[in-house]
């Protein structure tokens, strides 16, 4: 078994659409970012590269030039999947907060976990997303930002 964490944080801003494990949400704000900006997303691809011992999410979609510009975190998510499996490992099950003033998401939490369940091939009931308000502290409590933390499980996969 191996444990990874991921942590991932973008401003909100007008004119973008606010993306979270994979679901639109309405909010008159979305993240900004060289991606959809999908804090879920991104906290869980780094959870699971580092539980694979793979490097981080930058290191597999670099920020700059054009080649992930406006990319569905999604697509990133798929290809981190596969990598981990390539390299012998299981998701066992993946356990998220998102930290954000607002919109409230906790609505919206089983769509994500169902989207990111089907991507990565695994059980609705081996995801888990909570949300945290930082009570209006800080530039996430003033709706300036948005973050997430994730920690994923893996296991080796049986030997056939």
Same mark, same amino acid.
């Given at each position: 078994?191996?444990?990874?964490?991921?942590?991932?944080?973008?401003?909100l801003?007008?004119?973008?659409?606010?993306?979270?494990?994979?679901?639109?949400?309405?909010h008159?704000?979305?993240?900004?970012?060289?991606?959809?900006?999908?804090?879920?997303?991104?906290?869980?691809?780094?959870?699971?590269l580092?539980?694979?011992?793979?490097?981080?999410?930058?290191?597999?979609?670099?920020?700059?030039?054009d080649?992930?510009?406006? $990319?569905?975190?999604?697509?990133?998510?798929?290809?981190?999947?596969?990598? &981990?499996?390539?390299? /012998? +490992?299981?998701? %066992?099950? @993946?356990?998220?907060?998102?930290?954000?003033?607002?919109?409230?998401?906790?609505?919206s939490?089983?769509?994500?976990s $169902?989207?990111?369940?089907?991507?990565?091939?695994?059980?609705?009931?081996? &995801?888990?997303?909570? /949300? +945290?308000?930082? %009570?209006? @502290?800080?530039?996430?409590?003033?709706?300036?930002?948005?973050?997430?933390?994730?920690?994923?499980?893996?296991?080796?996969?049986?030997?056939?």
């Amino acid at each position: 078994m191996r444990v990874g964490i991921g942590y991932d944080i973008h401003p909100l801003v007008p004119g973008r659409k606010l993306i979270l494990g994979g679901v639109e949400i309405e909010h008159q704000k979305g993240l900004q970012g060289h991606s959809d900006a999908d804090v879920l997303i991104h906290s869980i691809c780094d959870a699971l590269l580092g539980a694979a011992a793979l490097g981080d999410i930058g290191l597999h979609f670099p920020s700059g030039g054009d080649a992930f510009k406006d $990319e569905p975190s999604t697509n990133f998510l798929r290809t981190v999947v596969a990598l &981990i499996r390539r390299n /012998g +490992k299981e998701i %066992e099950n @993946i356990d998220s907060v998102v930290i954000a003033q607002e919109p409230r998401l906790s609505p919206s939490f089983a769509r994500m976990s $169902e989207t990111i369940a089907a991507i990565a091939g695994i059980h609705p009931g081996k &995801i888990n997303i909570k /949300g +945290k308000s930082p %009570e209006g @502290i800080g530039a996430i409590g003033r709706g300036e930002a948005i973050a997430a933390y994730s920690v994923a499980l893996l296991s080796d996969q049986p030997k056939k």
